[in-house]
């Protein structure tokens, strides 16, 4: 069964950095790309990150752009999303998801996501 | 970057009824759009890929059509359970972005 689970969110002030990780289990870790969507509170799906499966492929929102970075560790069979200059529209419930194949495409599993909070 | 358009952003049907959802992309994704279903407090759920395939488990109610810019799901008969949003997403050029969207309420 393929599971994915997101942790490191939390509340952090404007200006600030978090580091979101994915841990996953339940599949061949290397064959696939992985994800980062956010939700704003009340609001739709924005994509903001993706990373191929030999981290030779990546690309970013632009909103996030420039602050954001993603990285992955395929022996540990995670992902993580290192966010800088956190703004208050980063406040998000981010979910991690696992693309159908190994270069960026769609999501077709899901973790539960983790709520980032950023105000002062 | 490509912008998602969907129509409408919400509607409200009866069980039984037929209902369709369109969304539209600013430049030509050729067939690189998938839908999602999500219910309230769960993550989106895969629907469709490749605009018209549908994942293996999903009620085939549900159907996708179009190519290019234009982009339909029809939901042949609704029932209770399909209460839901709905969110477009296109996959063919970085960054991939989502529509904004439909809520649909079954009566």
């Known amino acids: 069964e393929v599971q994915i689970v997101e942790s490191g969110g939390g509340w952090v002030p404007p200006g600030k950095s978090l580091r979101l990780s994915c841990a996953t289990s339940?599949?061949?870790?290397?064959?696939?790309?992985m994800h980062w969507v956010r939700q704003r509170p009340g609001k739709g799906l924005e994509w903001v990150s993706g990373i191929d499966w030999s981290n030779g492929g990546v690309g970013y929102a632009d909103s996030v752009k420039g602050r954001f970075a993603v990285s992955r560790d395929n022996p540990k069979k995670s992902v993580h999303l290192q966010m800088n200059d956190l703004r208050d529209e980063d406040t998000a419930l981010y979910y991690c998801g696992r693309d159908v194949g190994r270069t960026l495409g769609y999501v077709d599993s899901w973790g539960q996501g983790i709520l980032v909070s950023v105000s002062s | 970057d490509i912008q998602m358009t969907q129509s409408p952003s919400s509607l409200s049907a009866s069980v039984g009824d037929r209902v369709a959802i369109t969304c539209q992309a600013s430049?030509?994704?050729?067939?690189?759009l998938s839908w999602y279903q999500q219910k309230p407090g769960q993550a989106p759920k895969l629907l469709i890929h490749d605009a018209s395939i549908l994942e293996p488990g999903v009620t085939p109610r549900f159907s996708g059509s179009g190519s290019g810019t234009e982009f339909t799901l029809t939901i042949s008969s609704l029932e209770p359970e399909d209460t839901a949003t709905y969110f477009c997403?296109?996959?063919?050029?970085?960054?991939?972005?989502f529509g904004p969207g439909t809520k649909v309420d079954v009566k």
């Open positions: 997403h296109q996959y063919d050029d970085l960054p991939f972005t």
């Open positions: 430049h030509d994704i050729k067939y690189f």
């Open positions: 339940g599949f061949n870790f290397e064959d696939y790309a």
